[in-house]
């Protein structure tokens, strides 16, 4: 143990704590698997550690706490060598735990764990007076707290100065009995969660929603029919009882224009204008038949004002930067070309779904040239006004904004970027709507949830708290036990998109806790509760709740801890849930696909004319981004027989076209991997070409660079496999217009990951 000056450290408490994502809060997920103290020299050993990865912790007073993961315990083998240095500046979290009673817990476990790195990074034991003492690096924490046979606490604290933070805890199902009784009592009924059933019922909502412009409606999963369903009746409550006239939903803001144009003016396909929201999530015939009844509501002579339709996320540029490169090549020539290559690798799909591959330079030189656009939007305002019109350049103008924030969420250290990007686009919504406006807003509960906590790390409905306050009011979304749509986690299982059904919520969750009132569906209005007592003291404690989102697995489900009054204004509560019904048009969704090894049909002389060749797949994108491949006698390489890939019919995504193969990885383990392909294309114009790509699970990803040769040439891909990675998948790629020809593939083990640099040519 060191400090930041390189002197040892003595008496350090230091823990091993397993290397794995935030754990549920109770007494033993949140005990140390080992805990010391340094010696005088500031060596330490922890012994008795059963095998596995561990991350290591250590504290000491007005010490910055220091970390170190990635550590792997190995039966018969002593771990040395291993050297913790305590940061230079931190700040002191301290305070008293106590029982209900107000009595002192002594030796209570307090941990902070940090949301930049998923794990605890500072564990201390509270004295025998229930006091404790932390200090941590400057950022957001969560701090959890726990004691044998007393429910845990937790709170969220920014380490920006030092900071008393007290905790009470409570015994097992402390409130909960009363609470369930409450919610019975205070429960608002409802008939049915299907839109066009009248709104008797519901009229004890407009309480809720009272005066507020902005409706915020959340949902437990990505995928339940029955919280899209209601929140089409909401919608339709909300636009016909009490005037609301602009929707936002968790998708995509340039791909949502062309729904808003349907909605608005009846112009084009409502399927396909949904299909290119990028989101499978809501292409889904319940989100469907939401917007076909916002198109009806506004052909109704008699509804002067008109309901719109926005998406209010940012993270896919490709759309965005072809409309501002369209812009400015109608107001800004002589920029235009200059703007084009700035905005080259967002442009290009493949380039921008790899965005994590372009070196720093690349990077910095992006983020730097959309800031000289945005500038440039500024100081030639009123030029660009009058060769377009000031509706033109509002709209362009928060194209270019979108890719700024777009870009902030790609880079280090961005991962509170996007709620407060979504709550930044609904204020300009609504900045740019008539004065009063009011909106229903749609997204995940996490995403919703207000719980004030810091303006640099809130969630959405946080940033929106602050600006709205009172204006604002917030649902959350649970149920009991039913089915829901999600993706099969790990996203690279290959199993895909599938219904998934839970039972009965665990008992002392919210959720649970809910459906104890005993009614199928209702809704409660939490600002009733009372201030003070068991009720008041359950809700404000954070209790678990299901929490899932595009992905689920079995066998690892997902909760998040929420304390309910302090993040919703009201809640809607559903007994028994289905799964949301996927439309026939696809969206950016992988299909479920089959694992080889070794890979097979390389050479592609098996299967027939015209049809994808069998062991390959189109990748899910790839249909709507108007992409087809098949089988071809065209001067083939080798063979009879190669396979093209070409653009062809209807595009209603901006993406690239890939064939892939994808393999069991468990062969190429700790392996050096190399695929050769033949490739010749026909494409021409800035930004079309065709690549060949390796990916191991999702986050390795390899491929050539832009191939636009006419005439069949080699090139190849080299790619380390981790010991836990669980497929590889080889891809053959295609960007723009044109048509690209593959042939004679091949795959092979060429030495031991990480032996030499790895290649691409």
Not at 85 to 99: H, L, N, Q, W
Request: glycine share 8%; with cysteine; aromatic share 10%.
């Amino acid at each position: 143990m060191k400090d930041a000056s390189g002197r040892p450290v003595a008496g350090a408490l230091v823990a091993a704590v397993p290397d794995v994502a935030l754990p549920a809060p109770t007494e033993e997920a949140s005990r140390a698997a080992g805990t010391t103290h340094s010696a005088p020299d500031g060596h330490f050993r922890i012994e008795d550690l059963n095998p596995g990865a561990y991350a290591l912790t250590a504290t000491a007073p007005s010490l910055a706490a220091a970390y170190q993961a990635g550590l792997k315990v190995t039966a018969g083998k002593m771990l040395s060598g291993v050297e913790l240095v305590f940061a230079k500046e931190g700040f002191t979290i301290s305070g008293k735990v106590r029982d209900s009673a107000g009595r002192p817990i002594p030796a209570a476990h307090v941990r902070a764990l940090s949301y930049n790195i998923q794990n605890t990074f500072g564990y201390v034991d509270a004295d025998s007076y229930g006091e404790y003492s932390i200090t941590l690096p400057q950022g957001k924490y969560l701090m959890i707290v726990v004691s044998q046979g007393l429910e845990a606490g937790e709170e969220e604290v920014t380490a920006d100065r030092d900071r008393r933070l007290d905790f009470a805890l409570y015994p097992p199902g402390f409130g909960a009995k009363e609470t369930t009784e409450w919610f019975r009592s205070h429960a608002i009924p409802l008939d049915t969660v299907e839109a066009g059933h009248g709104f008797k019922d519901m009229q004890p909502l407009k309480k809720i929603v009272g005066g507020a412009h902005i409706v915020e409606l959340g949902e437990a999963t990505h995928g339940t029919r029955e919280f899209f369903q209601f929140k089409h009746r909401m919608l339709e409550f909300l636009v016909s009882e009490m005037g609301f006239t602009v929707f936002g939903i968790e998708a995509h803001w340039p791909a949502s224009l062309a729904v808003n144009d349907y909605v608005l003016n009846g112009k084009g396909d409502p399927a396909k204008a949904l299909a290119g929201m990028y989101f499978w999530t809501w292409n889904t015939e319940e989100v469907l038949d939401m917007i076909r009844w916002m198109r009806r509501y506004n052909q109704d002579p008699s509804h002067v004002k008109k309901v719109k339709f926005y998406g209010f996320d940012m993270q896919t540029p490709t759309l965005a930067a072809k409309r501002v490169v369209a812009y400015l090549q109608k107001v800004d020539p002589g920029f235009a070309p200059k703007s084009e290559q700035i905005l080259a690798p967002l442009t290009n799909p493949f380039v921008s779904h790899n965005y994590r591959k372009l070196d720093k330079e690349s990077k910095l030189a992006t983020s730097a040239g959309v800031a000289e656009i945005l500038k440039r939007f500024e100081t030639e305002k009123q030029n660009y006004i009058a060769r377009s019109s000031e509706s033109e350049w509002v709209l362009a103008q928060h194209h270019a904004q979108i890719l700024s924030q777009g870009l902030a969420n790609r880079s280090p250290g961005g991962s509170y970027v996007r709620d407060r990007a979504m709550a930044e686009n609904i204020k300009w919504i609504l900045d740019h709507e008539e004065p009063a406006t009011r909106m229903v807003v749609w997204a995940h509960n996490a995403h919703v949830s207000a719980e004030p906590a810091d303006p640099n790390t809130d969630s959405m409905g946080g940033h929106l708290r602050r600006m709205y306050g009172k204006e604002m009011v917030v649902f959350g979304f649970a149920f009991n036990q039913g089915s829901f749509q999600a993706i099969e986690m790990p996203f690279d299982s290959g199993i895909g998109l599938r219904q998934f059904t839970v039972g009965p919520a665990p008992s002392g969750s919210l959720d649970a806790t809910l459906a104890g009132a005993g009614l199928p569906l209702f809704a409660v209005d939490l600002r009733a509760a009372p201030d003070s007592g068991p009720v008041a003291d359950w809700l404000r404690r954070a209790h678990l709740t299901r929490s899932f989102g595009a992905g689920y697995d079995d066998a690892h489900p997902l909760f998040d801890w929420i304390a309910a009054s302090r993040n919703y204004d009201a809640l809607f509560f559903v007994e028994k849930t289905s799964a949301a019904r996927a439309n026939p048009l696809g969206g950016s969704l992988e299909p479920a696909l089959v694992k080889s090894s070794p890979p097979t049909n390389l050479d592609f002389e098996q299967g027939e004319l015209g049809e994808v060749p069998p062991s390959w797949f189109v990748s899910g994108w790839s249909p709507n981004a108007g992409y087809r491949a098949a089988l071809s006698d065209q001067q083939p390489r080798s063979g009879k027989r190669c396979v093209l890939l070409v653009r062809s019919g209807e595009r209603i995504t901006e993406n690239y076209g890939a064939l892939i193969q994808r393999l069991d990885a468990a062969p190429y383990h700790g392996k050096r991997v190399r695929l050769r392909a033949a490739v010749r294309a026909e494409v021409s114009g800035p930004g079309n070409e065709a690549r060949v790509s390796l990916d191991v699970s999702g986050q390795q990803t390899e491929f050539t660079g832009p191939i636009t040769a006419r005439d069949w040439r080699d090139y190849e891909v080299v790619v380390d496999v981790p010991p836990d990675a669980l497929s590889v998948t080889l891809g053959l790629n295609l960007v723009g217009d044109g048509r690209a020809w593959f042939d004679s593939v091949s795959f092979e083990v060429i030495g031991d990951a990480a032996s030499k640099p790895v290649t691409s040519k």
